[in-house]
């Protein structure tokens, strides 16, 4: 008998000590009901992602499209981004087209500069390029080409005409 009226002490103490948190369940309950159906609501989100993605690859064969793609040239310490690479670019062909009465070796010297910055961010992007191999308007043909592929790629630089910009679509 003693050990029931101890037993129904203590439950009866667990009850006082359980009013408030009852309490404040009751009073939360919209809080709390609306933190799992936001964390349901992101979980199957990550799932319907996660199983596009992988549907996505299967359609597209993506392991397959890649496979050939030496990823490691891209961390060479010795590579410069694409973003110094458009900078220099631009200043060189604002250099380059304009006539401010330099010598014409120092026209030569830009333009050649140019040319190893295109052939560098054709390198970057995976577009090719033949401004080594040739020579006179077939060079000029050539450079206007690759300024094409590069806008194409996204890359905007000054078009040869000065005061006039290439559009960005």
């Known amino acids: 008998m003693e050990l029931g009226r101890a037993l129904l002490l203590i439950l009866i103490f667990v009850a006082a000590a359980s009013v408030p948190v009852v309490i404040a369940l009751v009073s939360c309950a919209d ?4 933190r799992f159906a936001c ?3 992101e979980w199957r989100e990550r799932r319907r ?3 596009t993605i ?3 690859d299967r359609a597209v064969a993506a392991d397959e499209l890649t496979r050939d793609i030496d990823l490691t040239g891209f961390d060479r310490p010795d590579r410069r981004p694409l973003e110094e690479l458009a900078a220099d670019l631009r200043r060189l062909r604002g250099q380059g087209v304009g006539s401010d009465g330099r010598q014409p070796i120092w ?4 333009l050649q500069a140019y040319d190893d910055r295109l052939r560098l961010a054709c390198r970057a992007l995976g577009l090719a390029e033949y401004l080594a191999e040739l020579e006179g308007v077939d060079l000029e043909l050539e450079r206007v080409r ?3 592929l590069l806008h194409a790629a996204g890359l905007t630089l000054p078009a040869a005409r000065p005061g006039h910009r290439q559009r960005h679509r």
């Open 31 to 34: 809080e709390i009901i609306d």
């Open 39 to 41: 964390a349901y609501a």
């Open 49 to 51: 992602e996660r199983r």
């Open 54 to 56: 992988v549907r996505l």
């Open 107 to 110: 026209h030569g010297m830009v």
């Open 146 to 148: 690759v300024e094409g």
